[in-house]
């Protein structure tokens, strides 16, 4: 009955922008830690980003400091992921991902949404 439905990836070139939303049902995910995660072929996943229910804390990983910004829509149950300066290492299929409170690990995953860098 849970389901993540993300979208907003796509082709995109090299020096653009895109944002990725995660929006959850059949349950209310806002005292959840939402992340993001992307794995590109032949590589490991990779945590991505993350944002935290109490405060709104947002984590990133180095290699999109700076270029990435998490949000949320708890009103929606929407998670957000917006990335600017694309680069090509940043294709990869992108998942986001609910922690629950004091669980320590994310249980929760969406399929995934395909973000392809390239002219």
């Known amino acids: 009955q849970v389901q993540f439905v993300e979208s907003g990836g796509g082709l995109v070139q090299p020096g653009g922008s895109l944002r990725l939303s995660c929006t959850a049902s059949?349950?209310?995910?806002?005292?959840?830690?939402m992340g993001w995660f992307r794995q590109a072929p032949g590589k490991e996943r990779q945590f991505v980003a993350a944002?935290?229910?109490?405060?709104?804390?947002?984590y990133y990983a180095d290699s999109v400091k700076g270029r990435g910004t998490v949000s949320r829509d708890n009103a929606k149950n929407t998670v957000y992921l917006e990335m600017n300066s694309l680069k090509p290492e940043d294709t990869a299929v992108y998942y986001c991902?609910?922690?629950?409170?004091?669980?320590?690990?994310?249980?929760?995953w969406g399929q995934g949404t395909q973000v392809t860098v390239s002219s």
């Open positions: 059949g349950r209310t995910f806002s005292s959840y830690t």
């Open positions: 991902a609910a922690q629950p409170p004091g669980a320590g690990s994310y249980v929760f």
């Open positions: 944002i935290t229910w109490s405060n709104s804390n947002t």
